[in-house]
């Protein structure tokens, strides 16, 4: 199947979409972290928090690698339909 631009538009769109509900996700968790302060003790809280820092890089790190997954898939592609050199 051929790279159109609207195929490259959609998955563009995916990505961007997974993106802003991971960011969304560690806003929810934030607020319940937030709302859970007071319920829970201290140790707990600081577990969530640094739970939540590690969390926090999966956006930023999500939509470079699915860049880069989604090129490597069409390096592969690209490579697997180009005509062989050999000679018969």
Known sequence: MALTSRNAGQKIFAQL??????????????????????????????????????????PEISLPLMLMVSALKFSKNLVSTAPSTSNR
Request: aromatic share 10%; net charge negative; hydrophobic share 65%.
């Open 17 to 58: 979409l997974i993106t802003v509900i991971f960011y969304s996700l560690i806003c929810i968790i934030f607020e319940a972290v937030e709302v859970l302060d007071e319920i829970l003790d201290n140790a707990s809280v600081v577990l969530l928090i640094s739970i939540l820092n590690i969390i926090n890089y999966l």
